[in-house]
């Protein structure tokens, strides 16, 4: 693809990013603030994936599934729940790291988050910012015809931008 065709948020990127796939779900529960939070504070990944779905009331809940049952100990439809009642969910319940011999994260309070909880915890705290920042976000909808969400900082020549 010639580069003028790239979105403005890939123009200028290094070619080798360091890709967080729905928060480095081999690390901790896919698409939960702790996957999140390691992925940037202990991986220093440059980029975050994650999937939205939108509940019953209307919030945007990070979660690749629209089902609960593969990921948390609900079942059914994402979209049929209330934010409360999704977060009444053990989004840690199914996790393993050895092939199923444990589970170190059921019943440790991990929830499903809001793609705002996200951002605010995992992207804009680790980098000790509480002023706006100028991310980019590129949308686009994988197999599920769900959006897909891919955040960092916007790109400069170099790559990403620092931030202090």
Do not use: K
């Not at 199923?100 to 951002?119: D, I, K």
């Amino acid at each position: 693809m010639p580069h003028a065709a790239l979105p403005p948020f890939f123009r200028g990127l290094a070619p080798t990013l360091h890709i967080a796939h729905r928060g480095g779900s081999l690390l901790a529960p896919e698409n939960t603030l702790t996957a999140f939070h390691q992925a940037v504070e202990r991986y220093h990944t440059q980029m975050l994936e994650t999937d939205v779905h939108l509940s019953r009331d209307g919030e945007l809940v990070v979660a690749h599934d629209p089902t609960l049952e593969r990921c948390t100990d609900g079942a059914g439809p994402l979209a049929a729940l209330t934010l409360a009642e999704l977060r009444r969910l053990d989004a840690g319940h199914h996790f393993t790291p050895d092939g199923g011999a444990t589970q170190p994260f059921r019943g440790q309070g991990t929830r499903l988050s809001t793609l705002g909880e996200v951002l605010r915890d995992a992207v804009l705290a680790p980098l000790g910012c509480s002023r706006q920042m100028d991310f980019g976000v590129a949308i686009g909808y994988g197999s599920g015809n769900h959006p897909d969400f891919w955040i960092g900082e916007q790109a400069t020549g170099d790559g990403f931008r620092e931030s202090h």
